[in-house]
């Protein structure tokens, strides 16, 4: 069974860090594009960072130069990097997983069809 369990979560203070991790079980993520996705309190789910299975990457905007994502296959896990973090960054975090062979990685939420459970981020003094 596919599963995805992220974690890292937590309370940081503005201007910090925090290393966001989706641990992949039930398969292998060699062939599969990953996306981190945030929600916060009342809005829609939106995307921070996509990786193709090439590790091709794509930030939105409102994370571009704050945020990092990477792969580590041996270990069946990708990490989200996020810095310099706003209050306005606080919420849920999802990973979400789809096969794919495609070199540039979709960013929508509508394209993935495994998740995870989501970690939350909450930034505040």
């Known amino acids: 069974q596919l599963q995805l369990v992220e974690s890292g979560g937590g309370l940081v203070q503005p201007g910090g860090s925090r290393r966001l991790s989706c641990v992949a079980s039930?398969?292998?993520?060699?062939?599969?594009?990953i996306g981190w996705f945030g929600q916060a309190r009342g809005k829609d789910r939106e995307g921070v960072s996509c990786i193709s299975r090439d590790s091709n990457t794509v930030h939105f905007d409102s994370v571009k130069g704050r945020s990092t994502i990477s792969r580590d296959n041996a270990k069946n896990t990708v990490y989200l990097d996020l810095n310099s973090l706003k209050p306005e960054d606080t919420g849920v975090y999802y990973c979400a997983a789809r096969r794919s062979f495609a070199t540039q990685p979709m960013c929508v939420t509508e394209w993935y069809d495994s998740w995870g459970q989501g970690t939350q981020v909450t930034v505040s003094s």
């Open positions: 039930g398969f292998t993520l060699y062939n599969y594009a």
